[in-house]
């Protein structure tokens, strides 16, 4: 059999908000029983067939790389990390539903990793006034994928879905929820399943099918990061 091409998505968010659980059960289709902490980075791969159901339809490896969760602001944490950064294709952000700043901690999350040679170590808040420039620069595809949505009280849903549509437009990339313990949240045909092949066509697209298939190279060089209801020392 013929070797398969492939393409690098990185899994970016903070510990706890379930990575691990989340690249399982896309790679193996199956709930991870007993996750554990990430130190450093784990790839599982995952088989994607490109334009399923057309003449163009093709098989592709997924790589995903779930990067550990410390998001640290000490040199050496970044500078570790950063090995993983090199050729990415796209970018899976999780964040954890019922913590919110798991959600605000992506902003972060994006930064370091697209700007892998100079990333911020601390955010500049503009009361509120998010710049989303940065992000409609970018070239990497994003997806913006919400866990735990289970644990949600009914009477916060619509609250919570308010905020993760919001982060979707800052980042310009689609999102959707779910619950890792749960595989009927990515079953064929659910809205899930046809947003995580969408973003998964897309990365291929970008790397095999255009002009300048060439990996992230970071946003413009900016002095002040805007971000929405964001603090850090």
Not at 135 to 153: H, R, Y
């Amino acid at each position: 059999m013929a070797s398969l091409d492939r393409v690098k998505v990185l899994v970016l968010g903070d510990s706890g908000v379930g990575k691990s659980s989340l690249v399982h059960l896309l790679c193996q289709n199956q709930v991870l029983g007993n996750p554990s902490w990430t130190v450093g980075c784990s790839v599982d791969v995952r088989v994607q067939d490109y334009k399923e159901g057309t003449p163009e339809e093709k098989t592709y490896y997924i790589e995903l790389w779930d990067v550990g969760g410390s998001l640290g602001s000490a040199s050496s944490i970044k500078s570790t990390r950063a090995v993983f950064y090199n050729s990415v294709n796209g970018i899976m952000l999780v964040h954890d539903l019922t913590n919110k700043k798991s959600s605000q901690n992506l902003y972060r999350w994006s930064l370091e990793a697209l700007n892998k040679d100079s990333s911020p170590t601390g955010v500049i808040v503009s009361n509120g006034d998010y710049d989303r420039e940065q992000f409609a620069e970018n070239s990497v595809p994003l997806l913006l994928i919400g866990t735990k949505f289970d644990q949600i009280p009914e009477t916060k849903r619509n609250e919570v879905l308010t905020r993760t549509a919001f982060l979707s437009e800052d980042f310009n990339a689609e999102e959707f929820n779910l619950d890792c313990t749960n595989p009927r949240y990515l079953a064929a045909g659910t809205s899930n399943a046809v947003k995580l092949s969408r973003f998964f066509d897309k990365v291929i697209e970008k790397r095999y099918f255009t002009r300048d298939p060439s990996p992230m190279t970071g946003f413009t060089d900016r002095k002040r990061f805007n971000f929405k209801s964001l603090h850090y020392d």
